[in-house]
């Protein structure tokens, strides 16, 4: 509109916004005269003779666009200003975008290249710890054995095997299930032989008032008839771990020092112990024993999380750190004698420099303590099932004289059929014991 009304006025017409009349010369010159007379007066008339833009429009020949003009100083101002916060805003959002994917970067690549945990790693010399008192059992100091009929157990020096199993007071029916399948098993190949031990705490016979068996004269009448439960004067709780595996490590050292393996396992174990022998004559030999330096089972690797929460949870306060050394899982591990032994006296080591104690005994045992001794761990992971339905599909449509595919099965105890399975099982290798042997022979 500006262009036309130029381009008009050049050519002496004009045209007024909403009536496009002709205008006269005579009014044409009365207003270029004004306007060069005195523009500001001229446009402050026009823009107060119009108190709405239609009438002003309406009126006046000259086009609104000068109105607009005066007022665009005021409305480029604020306009500016919303339109440099919303650039302003854009800006944090994406930076605030950039950052958190740098920041993710950066914790991917330390979490791939640097270790998370910070703990130091303690280093014991085992010539310059000494041997604990014998009425000390880390910090207990008036340990004793309630019962200990088992002295006898390692008389032979053809022992190949001594089984310590961590058992329960009231687990009765475990302990009779072991004696009867594979721990029960005392002559092996070569002339060799096994021993089964089973380590327990003092039970809490409050609940006798009851009406319920007395736990503890059953327990004396059981070690008095098998002569193979050992009982340590401490109270048998799962946070007194500790004590039950280190009680056995040292009365195995001290009791059957002639042993080539010691295998600590649990009562909810099966162990192919036939197949297990074979195993060790294959990785180390007939005749040589494993090395002094190494526990062999199933590796659970470094770097694994401590539970915080839950039954088996791990304190902040106990154990600061976000990780744990590799060590042995549960279930079953093997050693030698003199290895329970140094184990037993890093055990007593004060703390620094032994690593601190914490409830969970396979960690503390066979991880922090084997790692202050630099021992080596040797895998047996795929010699190890937890499933025991997958044991129960096995069995269900295996041969007679198939071997089970695994040495160490965790048996569920809560199962209906789990002692069942058990007696499958160890028959099973049996029978592919003596087939295998029987072949051999011919």
């Not at 009349?21 to 008339?45: G, V």
Request: proline residues 6%; charged residues 20%.
């Amino acid at each position: 509109m500006k262009f036309l009304f130029r381009e008009k006025s050049q050519s002496g017409i004009f045209y007024s916004e909403k009536n496009p009349r002709m205008i006269s010369q005579t009014d044409l010159k009365t207003w270029s005269n004004l306007i060069k007379i005195n523009p500001k007066r001229m446009f402050m008339s026009s823009n107060s003779t119009g108190s709405s833009r239609s009438s002003s429009r309406s009126s006046s020949p000259i086009p609104p666009h000068v109105d607009n003009s005066v007022c665009c100083g005021w409305f480029c101002n604020w306009w500016c200003v919303v339109r440099l916060a919303q650039f302003t805003l854009l800006l944090i959002f994406f930076a605030t975008l950039l950052y958190l994917l740098l920041a993710s970067l950066s914790d991917f690549d330390n979490s791939a290249h640097t270790p998370k945990s910070h703990r130091q790693q303690s280093i014991l010399l085992i010539n310059d710890i000494k041997e604990p008192p014998p009425m000390t059992l880390l910090d207990l100091e008036d340990f004793h054995y309630i019962y200990d009929h088992a002295k006898g157990q390692c008389e032979n020096d053809h022992i190949f095997f001594v089984f310590v199993i961590h058992s329960q007071p009231n687990h009765f029916r475990q302990r009779q299930a072991i004696r009867a399948t594979w721990g029960g098993k005392k002559q092996l190949d070569d002339g060799w032989e096994s021993r089964t031990i089973f380590m327990l705490g003092s039970h809490d016979d409050s609940d006798i008032q009851n009406g319920l068996l007395n736990v503890t004269d059953i327990v004396q009448q059981e070690a008095e008839r098998h002569h193979d439960i050992v009982v340590g004067s401490f109270h048998d709780h799962y946070h007194n771990l500790t004590y039950k595996h280190v009680m056995g490590l040292r009365w195995v050292s001290h009791n059957c020092p002639q042993a080539k393996y010691v295998v600590k396992a649990d009562d909810d174990a099966f162990i192919n112990i036939l197949s297990l022998q074979d195993l060790m004559y294959r990785t180390f030999g007939q005749y040589l024993a494993i090395p002094h330096n190494i526990l062999a089972c199933h590796v659970l690797p470094e770097g694994t999380s401590p539970q915080r929460t839950g039954k088996w949870a791990v304190t902040k306060d106990d154990y600061p750190w976000d990780e744990y050394p590799s060590y042995c899982a549960g279930l079953a591990y093997l050693l030698t004698p003199r290895l329970a032994g140094h184990l037993v006296r890093a055990a007593h080591a004060p703390s620094p420099p032994a690593p601190p104690r914490i409830w969970v005994d396979d960690v503390w045992v066979t991880g922090l303590l084997a790692e202050s001794l630099h021992l080596q761990h040797h895998h047996l992971d795929l010699r190890y099932t937890y499933d025991h339905n997958e044991v129960k599909s096995w069995l269900s449509q295996a041969r007679t004289q198939a071997a089970p595919p695994y040495t160490f099965v965790h048996l569920d105890t809560s199962e209906p059929e789990w002692r069942e399975d058990l007696d499958q099982l160890w028959k099973h290798a049996e029978m592919a014991h003596n087939t295998t042997h029987k072949t051999i022979n011919r």
